[in-house]
Structures are given as structure tokens and as C-alpha cells.
């Protein structure tokens, strides 16, 4: 038995952030931003939204396209480093809101690579026969800890929240291999001060370390599994910089048209990134039938991981 995606779900705040706008925020204009990230607007949740009313609207939609009920849920893992607070978790708010009586449900941080932590780890509980439906979310405030002064890291961000039914599938379909890793040693790259509670990030040392890692996961699980980069249909990577996806596009040879570009409309919104990518190509009818499909992310720590998984149930 393996474990694939049933359904997806997404959820963006309704406020728009343009490159325009954020020119009056910070001395940066609309072409540097461009250019340099591919980014064109971003999505800013409101002061009355909090992480987890993101994350129960994704939920609520990626339930409703798997078709399955809340209370049919064994497990919520949810991806976030901007928790409503520290504890409760956002994913134990979440199982008393949905309903989800019988769900065990915990918080996953693994900054930007959390969501492939979590789905990852939904997994391996679904193979063992553990459990039948578990609920993975991806979900950011990042607006909380956006220095919103700092032109190097306030234009790169948005809020949103991305989630994914993990179940049984057939043998043939679903994540047919994975990897996941850590450098603890990258960790002064990008972290949150203890003293305010802002993000601070070495933008180009990330970079660096994510032009090598992103191709290198996505060939690494690809040949796992025996096949090559040219089996690859479709790639969802986690959407930081259109220059990083790039990178990972070009290795695997995907044409432009099979990859994920919501960078472009939400900027970098870490866990939510890739859950919500890949909603928005289900829901556009863009993967199809036994694609295979490469999902993969970087993020703080440092932090990475990808699947391959051949798309249907
Ligand atoms: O989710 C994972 C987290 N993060 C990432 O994936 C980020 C990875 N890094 C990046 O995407 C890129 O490094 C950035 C987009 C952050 C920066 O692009 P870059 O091509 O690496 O630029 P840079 O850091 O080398 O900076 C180039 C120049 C600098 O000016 P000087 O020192 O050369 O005079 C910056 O001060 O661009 C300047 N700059 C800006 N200018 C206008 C930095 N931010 C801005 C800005 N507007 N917003």
C-alpha cells in the first residue's frame, strides 16, 4: 500500500500587496523586485486573521475535495514557524474546530521545508497501517515577523495556507520515494530574533545553498525510484525566487509550462508555498493522471525535502 495526496485545498487573504505598493513601504521599485525574484504581488492577512483561520479555511477545502469528513481524520500535521501562539498547536486548534474527534494532531517546524516534513511524515503512519486520512497543512502569517524596514527581506513574503488529504492509494500511484535532510550549520542564515521577534536572512548564502540543493533533490528522488529527469511531468518547488525554481526546472528539463509559478502572485509564503501551488495546478486541471510529479523544498534550519509521487489514487 502507499500513501498519495486524495485532495488539496488552499486559502489566501484577500488584501493584495503590489510591487507598487511596497515601493511606498521601502526605497525598492517594481523592476529590482521583479527581476531579482520574479515576484509580482503579494497577499497580507488581516489584523482579525490569525495562522490558524488560514489553515482552517485550506482544511476546509481540501476536505471537501477529498471527500472526506473531519471526523474521519486519524491525524493533522500542520507546517507553520507563525503559530497563533506556542501552544496549543495550530494543528490542536484545528482538530477541535473541524470537528475532527478523533485526530491526533501536532505542529511541524521546519521553516520553509516544513510542509514536505509533514507530508513525509503522513506517510509513513498511512504505510504502516496506522492510520487511514491524515490532514498535512502548510500555513504562514509571515506579515507578523516581517521587518517590515528591511527592504532586503519585507518585499519577499506573503501570508497564505495550502493543506493536502493524505491517504491510501494503489501500489502504482502516490509518493513512490522521498528525502528529506538538515544543516543545522546553515541556521544563522535565516532565523527569527529572539529579541524581536523579526526574520533576518542572508538572502545570497541561501540562495547558494539553494541553486545546488533544489536540482539535486529532485534528481536524487527521481532516481530512486529507476527513472530519469525525463520522466518528470510536472514540478511543484517551493516558491522563494523564480531564479532558484529555475535553477531546479532547467536540471530536470521540465518545460516552462509544467512548473509551478505562484511565486509570482504570493511571493515566498514558506510551509504554504508548495500546498498551495499544488492546489492551484489541481484545481486548473493541469496534473493529470499518473504524472509524476516532483514536489520539492528548502527552507530554514537549514532544511530540505522533496517526493516524487505519481499523481492519482
Ligand atoms: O524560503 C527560503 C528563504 N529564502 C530564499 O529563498 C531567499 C534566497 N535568496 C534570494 O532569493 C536572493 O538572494 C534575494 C532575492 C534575497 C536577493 O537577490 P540577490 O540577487 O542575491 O541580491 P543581493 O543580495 O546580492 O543584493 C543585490 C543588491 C544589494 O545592493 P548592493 O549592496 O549591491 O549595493 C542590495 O542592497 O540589491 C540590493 N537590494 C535591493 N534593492 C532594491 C536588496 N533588496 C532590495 C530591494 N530593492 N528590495
Excluded at 81 to 93: E, I, L
Excluded at 121 to 128: G, H, L, P, R, S
Excluded at 252 to 261: I, Q, S
Aim: charged fraction near 25%.
Amino acid at each position: 500500500m502507499n500513501a498519495g495526496i486524495i485532495g488539496t485545498g488552499h486559502y489566501v487573504p484577500e488584501k493584495v500587496l503590489t510591487n507598487h505598493d511596497m515601493e511606498k513601504i521601502v526605497d525598492t521599485s517594481d523592476e529590482w523586485i521583479r527581476t531579482r525574484t520574479g515576484i509580482e504581488e503579494r497577499r497580507i492577512a488581516s489584523d482579525d486573521m490569525d495562522t490558524s483561520d488560514l489553515a482552517f479555511r485550506a482544511a476546509e477545502d481540501a476536505l471537501k475535495d477529498a471527500d472526506v469528513k473531519a471526523e474521519d481524520l486519524d491525524m493533522i500535521l500542520v507546517a507553520t514557524v507563525t503559530p497563533d501562539q506556542p501552544f496549543p498547536s495550530v494543528s490542536n486548534m484545528l482538530q477541535h474546530r473541524l470537528g475532527a474527534t478523533k485526530a491526533a494532531s501536532m505542529d511541524v517546524a521546519a521553516a520553509c521545508s516544513g510542509f514536505m516534513y509533514g507530508l513525509i511524515t503522513a506517510k509513513q503512519f498511512i504505510e504502516n497501517g496506522a492510520y487511514e486520512n491524515v490532514l498535512v497543512i502548510g500555513v504562514e502569517k509571515l506579515s507578523k515577523i516581517t521587518n517590515w524596514e528591511d527592504r532586503n527581506t519585507c518585499v519577499l513574503f506573503g501570508d497564505a495556507a495550502g493543506a493536502a488529504v493524505v491517504g491510501p492509494v494503489s501500489d502504482d500511484k502516490g509518493i513512490l520515494s522521498f528525502e528529506l535532510g538538515s544543516e543545522g550549520s546553515g541556521g544563522p542564515h535565516l532565523y527569527q530574533g529572539k529579541e524581536d521577534d523579526l526574520l533576518y536572512m542572508n538572502g545570497r548564502e541561501v540562495f547558494k545553498f539553494a541553486v545546488r540543493q533544489m536540482p539535486e533533490s529532485s534528481v536524487n528522488v527521481v532516481k530512486k525510484i529507476g527513472l530519469s529527469e525525463q520522466d518528470v511531468d510536472y514540478l511543484i518547488p517551493h516558491q522563494a525566487n523564480i531564479r532558484i525554481m529555475e535553477a531546479a526546472r532547467q536540471r530536470l528539463g521540465v518545460p516552462e509550462e509544467k512548473m509551478a509559478t505562484a511565486v509570482k502572485r504570493y511571493g515566498n509564503t514558506s510551509s504554504a508555498s508548495i500546498p498551495l501551488a499544488l492546489s492551484e495546478e489541481v484545481k486548473a486541471g493541469k496534473i493529470k493522471e499518473n504524472d509524476l510529479v516532483v514536489l520539492v523544498g528548502f527552507g530554514g534550519g537549514l532544511t530540505w525535502g522533496a517526493v516524487a509521487l505519481r499523481w492519482g489514487k
